[in-house]
């Protein structure tokens, strides 16, 4: 049977629909943003959140920016849809969906600079809407691919979130335990909480729960102990950016878990699509890792845990180094090995 996803971004009759992931998994509720304004702070507090989620909810935001743009000439028109778009690329810096998102808008206002600014303003929303179909197949298709990796009876270690609501349906590394799912095998899932704000706790296990996909939620440090007792086979995460020589940014804590799956000889497995790869981008060394405020951890979910005052550090991503990556499963399939001459392939054709 398919598997039944909660659309967690959507654009319908001018509004953004967005699931808000700050709330899950206490209340399942909608927020219906109108400015562009909202859609900034919706993904700077991650109440959207996961890379290509991130970039669906740019195109939309932009839509909502540029409504009132002038519709005198493409020039005026033009310049006003730049403004906006360079303030919306500055919510978040490492996912490179966002700037993809923003980056294909743009091509497609400028294909259109012929039309009516009314004519290039509908064509952004349909823009907008395959920026959602398409990620809806990719998805889809790097589960299949990833599928091929895995077998019944497994266990899988996860990271983070990169689930359905993470995309606009089935997620990139747990796509494939939802197709498994569907064919009727048994996948052990062990969810890392991923502190500090427990996208693992909160949402990976409440998606993998919904689906009764076997999840099995651990703190962070349980991980080495869970690989030692020969539990998990396999480690599949997402990721925010992949570099040109196969470095991935992922949520903080990714680097760890990759070490661990290296000392324990597990497959460490990262699910990307072609919007999430930036050839641009030459090495880890140079992916902006975003860092967020100190309250995330010392007072996470209102509770204060450290003294005032205290210093802190709260990177929000680490990176990866390519030689700890046994995999990496696209939509256009899995390449291994020499990224850096792997990964422009994919681009071709
Ligand atoms: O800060 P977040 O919650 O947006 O971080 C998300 C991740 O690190 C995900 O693993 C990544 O974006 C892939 S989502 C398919």
Redesign the pocket.
């Given at each position: 049977m398919e598997t039944a996803f909660l659309q967690s971004v959507f654009f319908q009759n001018g509004i953004l629909k967005i699931l808000d992931q700050t709330k899950i998994p206490n209340v399942t509720e909608f927020l219906e943003i109108t400015t562009i304004e909202d859609a900034w702070d919706a993904i700077k507090q991650?109440k959207v959140?996961?890379?290509?989620?991130?970039g669906i909810a740019a195109a939309y935001g932009l839509l909502l920016g540029i409504k009132n743009a002038p519709e005198n000439s493409f020039d005026d028109f033009y310049i006003e849809f730049k403004k906006q778009a360079d303030y919306l690329a500055t919510s978040?810096p490492t996912?490179v969906n966002l700037f993809w998102a923003l980056k294909r808008m743009d091509e497609r206002a400028k294909m259109e600079k012929h039309q009516p600014v009314a004519k290039i303003k509908e064509a952004l929303e349909e823009e907008a809407h395959l920026i959602r179909q398409e990620d809806e197949e990719v998805c889809r298709s790097i589960g299949t691919h990833a599928l091929s990796l895995l077998k019944d009876g497994m266990g899988i270690l996860t990271?983070?979130?990169?689930?359905g609501i993470?995309?606009a349906r089935y997620?990139?590394?747990l796509a494939p335990l939802y197709l498994a799912k569907e064919k009727g095998w048994n996948i052990k899932v062990f969810a890392d909480e991923t502190r500090p704000?427990l996208?693992g706790a909160r949402l990976t296990t409440w998606e993998l729960m919904q689906a009764g996909i076997d999840v099995t939620l651990i703190t962070d440090s349980m991980a080495a102990m869970v690989m030692k007792k020969g539990w998990v086979q396999a480690v599949i995460?997402?990721?925010?950016r992949v570099a040109a020589n196969g470095d991935v940014a992922?949520?903080i804590g990714?680097y760890g878990v990759a070490l661990l799956a290296k000392a324990h000889n597990i497959p460490f497995y990262v699910?990307a699509p072609l919007s999430?790869i930036d050839l641009d981008t030459k090495s880890g060394d140079d992916i902006p890792i975003e860092e967020r405020d100190a309250s995330e951890i010392t007072e996470g979910f209102g509770k204060r845990t450290a003294p005032e005052g205290v210093k802190v550090f709260n990177p929000?991503?680490d990176v990866t180094p390519h030689e700890l990556v046994t995999a990496i499963i696209t939509e256009k399939g899995i390449i291994k090995g020499n990224y850096q001459e792997e990964l422009p392939k994919l681009f071709q054709g």
């Amino acid at each position: 049977m398919e598997t039944a996803f909660l659309q967690s971004v959507f654009f319908q009759n001018g509004i953004l629909k967005i699931l808000d992931q700050t709330k899950i998994p206490n209340v399942t509720e909608f927020l219906e943003i109108t400015t562009i304004e909202d859609a900034w702070d919706a993904i700077k507090q991650l109440k959207v959140r996961g890379a290509p989620a991130i970039g669906i909810a740019a195109a939309y935001g932009l839509l909502l920016g540029i409504k009132n743009a002038p519709e005198n000439s493409f020039d005026d028109f033009y310049i006003e849809f730049k403004k906006q778009a360079d303030y919306l690329a500055t919510s978040r810096p490492t996912a490179v969906n966002l700037f993809w998102a923003l980056k294909r808008m743009d091509e497609r206002a400028k294909m259109e600079k012929h039309q009516p600014v009314a004519k290039i303003k509908e064509a952004l929303e349909e823009e907008a809407h395959l920026i959602r179909q398409e990620d809806e197949e990719v998805c889809r298709s790097i589960g299949t691919h990833a599928l091929s990796l895995l077998k019944d009876g497994m266990g899988i270690l996860t990271h983070c979130n990169a689930g359905g609501i993470a995309t606009a349906r089935y997620g990139t590394a747990l796509a494939p335990l939802y197709l498994a799912k569907e064919k009727g095998w048994n996948i052990k899932v062990f969810a890392d909480e991923t502190r500090p704000l427990l996208q693992g706790a909160r949402l990976t296990t409440w998606e993998l729960m919904q689906a009764g996909i076997d999840v099995t939620l651990i703190t962070d440090s349980m991980a080495a102990m869970v690989m030692k007792k020969g539990w998990v086979q396999a480690v599949i995460v997402g990721c925010d950016r992949v570099a040109a020589n196969g470095d991935v940014a992922n949520k903080i804590g990714t680097y760890g878990v990759a070490l661990l799956a290296k000392a324990h000889n597990i497959p460490f497995y990262v699910a990307a699509p072609l919007s999430t790869i930036d050839l641009d981008t030459k090495s880890g060394d140079d992916i902006p890792i975003e860092e967020r405020d100190a309250s995330e951890i010392t007072e996470g979910f209102g509770k204060r845990t450290a003294p005032e005052g205290v210093k802190v550090f709260n990177p929000a991503f680490d990176v990866t180094p390519h030689e700890l990556v046994t995999a990496i499963i696209t939509e256009k399939g899995i390449i291994k090995g020499n990224y850096q001459e792997e990964l422009p392939k994919l681009f071709q054709g």
